[in-house]
């Protein structure tokens, strides 16, 4: 079975902390994204990358920050954590540019107190 | 952002009944699917669409794409307790300054009640 793992299912964080979510895909994807996603909001896309060293800002990238270093782990950083980015964070990859298909991890629920 | 509105939000219905979702937008899409995300879990696909006017069906389930590819709907026949989820639709954006993008709706949450 094809996965997406992330590292963390729940996570409590203080107000200022730097958070690291962790990410791997064992598909040999080149795409991968996180999300966050809140009730009534549905998924707003964070950052994007279509490549090892490659990131592109998404719809709402302020406060994160991305690292891709390897081809199969993609790294979502808070530099400063807010308690406006308590959510549920969601990993996904894809394969070709196109229609593809996302295949989502089961998502780390972060708050920050 | 270009919107993706979805309805309704919530729906509670008792098994053995119909119900449809709707997804729709004033932007073009090159293609649209539907994913359904269980509790604890990541969403997962169910269909893509990418013709105007194609049906796609799923056992009980029916996907239309509408004819100007603005709009699509979920038709789920005589819903069962394990239809229970969260569903949403994700628009590819065709053209403007969203091209290729994907765009979520605000999902429908479906309770099926024995």
């Known amino acids: 079975d094809v996965k997406v793992t992330q590292s963390s299912r729940y996570l409590v964080k203080r107000t200022g902390e730097k958070v690291f979510l962790e990410c791997v895909q064992d598909m040999d994807h080149e795409n991968m994204f996180w999300y966050r996603q809140d009730p009534g909001l549905g998924l707003r896309l964070i950052y994007f990358s279509y490549d090892v060293k490659m990131k592109e800002k998404g719809d709402i990238p302020e406060g994160y920050s991305v690292s891709r270093e390897k081809k199969e782990r993609f790294s979502l950083i808070l530099e400063s954590a807010s308690t406006n980015q308590t959510s549920m964070y969601l990993c996904a990859s894809s394969g070709r540019v196109g229609n593809e298909k996302l295949f989502f991890g089961s998502g780390t629920q972060l708050s920050v107190l | 952002t270009q919107l993706l509105e979805q309805s309704p939000q919530f729906l509670s219905i008792q098994e053995g009944e119909n119900l449809t979702v709707y997804c ?48 699509s709907s979920l038709h789920i026949t005589a819903a069962q307790p394990g239809d229970t989820g969260l569903y949403l639709c994700a628009g590819r954006h065709a053209g403007g300054t969203s091209y290729g993008k994907l765009t979520f709706g605000q999902g429908t949450i479906l309770t099926v009640h024995p």
Do not use: C, H, I, M
């Open chain 2, 24 to 71: 729709n937008s004033s932007s073009v899409f090159s293609s649209l699917q539907w994913y359904r995300q269980e509790p604890g879990e990541g969403p997962v696909l169910l269909v893509t669409v990418v013709t105007g006017g194609e049906v796609k069906k799923l056992k009980r389930l029916t996907f239309q794409f509408g004819d100007a590819r603005k709009d």
